[in-house]
């Protein structure tokens, strides 16, 4: 690797994979490193970056912006890198001097491969180099027949769903993200016995490129030394990675996917999740992900749901110069936006501003 060149990791997985979190974990381990982010959301709310924002990352003592973070929300990396990617890469150039290395979060729909090529461009690869494309996964998705070619599980969630399509674009997406990576992150481990986890374990190796290095954790807990310095120039080797879409004219479509930014009021917690955990079901969401203001809670609740699965939490005192709101970004498939927003509406929850 040419130790005059940036290195930038490539952090990519599915839909609520665990990259942010990882992605904290690691900013928050840093050890001195000066490590420059960008965030690429699907999405119309910059939920990953706040998320970010609110473990300190992205702004000095007083709250202001100090440029490690730069969050780009208007479309999928893969499909925009010339619009987008390219000339904000030309500004960190900029600031060789300043930045030991970059790590750029896709979004959960992204192709991986179009943004390695873009390292290939003479304007990006006189300073950059991709030390590693890093994959996670969510292993008790995937253990559940997910995305995943695992004859078991998928015969079992056929038996409980008739309707099941498992040959879906989701599919294709997410072992493409597997068949580019140097590092595939088994998250959420915990969650797991040792022959699942296993199971997941065979999945990843026999999608992904042949030397690749599989590591399992937990809530996104991976050692800095693991993740960074892989120095695999991945822009040199990159076209040899096969992926489903290398054939086709156009490298990504998000036609199949909508977001859907919600403004809400929110007065019982519970009552929020058991109202998501119904239209997850009803709408088939692939995820959920936003902040709640509670009445008399001083803190901004966090809440983030992959399929089935919903999780709340407190990160940090609301700041006196923000709105105390709650938005929330829903992801899926052929979505019905004006029934979501009744069912929001008849459960009393959607903002009278948004009605």
Known sequence: MNLNKIPATIVTGFLGAG?????????????GRRIAVIVNEFGELGIDGELLKGCGIGCDETGADNGQLIELANGCLCCTVQEEFAPVMEQLAQRRDQIDHLVIETSGLALPKPLVQAFQWPTIRHAFTVDAVVTVVDAPAVAEGRFAHDPQAVDAQRRADPELDHDTPLAELFEDQLATADLVVLNKADQLDADALQRVRAMAAARAPAAVQTVVARHGQVPPEVLLGLGRAVEDV??????????????????????VALALEVRDRQHLLQTLSTLVARHGLLRIKGFVALPQAALRLVVQGVGPRLDSHFDRPWRTDEPRRSLLVCIGQGLDEAALRADLRQAGLLAASAT
Not at 19 to 31: E, F, G, I, M, P
Not at 238 to 259: M, N, P, V, W
């Open 19 to 31: 990259k942010t979190t990882l992605l904290r974990h690691l900013l928050t381990q840093a050890q």
């Open 238 to 259: 990159i076209e040899g990675r096969r992926t489903h879409h290398d054939d086709e004219d156009d490298d990504h479509d998000h036609d199949a996917f909508q977001s």
